[in-house]
């Protein structure tokens, strides 16, 4: 089945310092999805990249996908103490619509 | 608010009841999902319906049983549930479940004792 592993599993980070989580795949994917969920909360839908070399960008977050459709990453500059949660990928591969998850990365923020 | 909507949000049972967890989605998808997510575990998809028609079952014990009468309610049916099956259960629902984003309720947390 599908492997994806995300790294770290957890980072501490100074208020105002960067972020970075990886999100690597076994094999070619057809698209990636990244979520948030603060804690005690739920999932949050952030991006999908779908496009072999995509930068996608919102405010703070950059969010890239692989030449090789393997991997992406999930980039933060300047944290700030709303930015703690975990982040998720999910990918999709084969032509499959069934996402599979990796473990989430925590982020700590300290103030 | 997410359209998304699970009752109740925290549920104790013990391993001889049967209990239900409810999911309704306001956003006018036709995909919904059940998932689980432990804390030791990613967040692992368990059912999937598509238009009312279930499409996936992950292998998923058949003490949980799932039930979709209408595009936009889902149900969990639990019974004989074990201490492990302690966690949070999350719907999600979205437009097609060909790659689209999923918006995903509060959850609800279950206790099994």
């Known amino acids: 089945g599908q492997q994806v592993m995300q790294i770290p599993q957890y980072q501490h980070v100074q208020e105002g310092e960067d972020f970075t989580t990886y999100c690597n795949s076994s094999t070619t994917l057809s698209n990636i999805q990244w979520y948030k969920q603060r804690p005690g909360g739920h999932p949050v839908f952030l991006i999908q990249l779908v496009k072999s070399g995509e930068v996608k960008k919102q405010k703070r977050l950059t969010f890239q996908f692989g030449e090789a459709k393997k991997n992406s990453s999930l980039h933060i500059t300047a944290t700030q103490t709303t930015d703690v949660g975990t982040y998720f990928c999910a990918v999709f591969s084969g032509g499959s619509y069934i996402p599979t998850f990796g473990r989430g990365t925590s982020l700590i923020v300290h103030p | 608010e997410t359209g998304v909507t699970q009752t109740p949000r925290h549920l104790v049972m013990g391993m001889t009841n049967k209990k239900s967890l409810k999911c309704e989605q306001h956003l006018g998808h036709n995909a919904m999902y059940w998932y689980k997510q432990s804390a030791k575990k990613p967040l692992e998809l368990m059912f999937v319906y598509n238009f009312k028609e279930q499409t996936e079952n992950n292998s998923v014990p058949s003490r949980f049983s799932p039930e979709c009468p209408n595009s936009s309610h889902l149900f969990l049916h639990l019974h004989t549930l074990q201490p492990e099956d302690s966690a949070l259960y999350l719907c999600?629902?979205?437009?097609?479940?060909?790659?689209?984003?999923?918006?995903f309720g509060q959850g609800t947390r279950l206790t099994v004792v």
């Open positions: 999600a629902s979205s437009h097609r479940p060909v790659g689209a984003e999923a918006f």
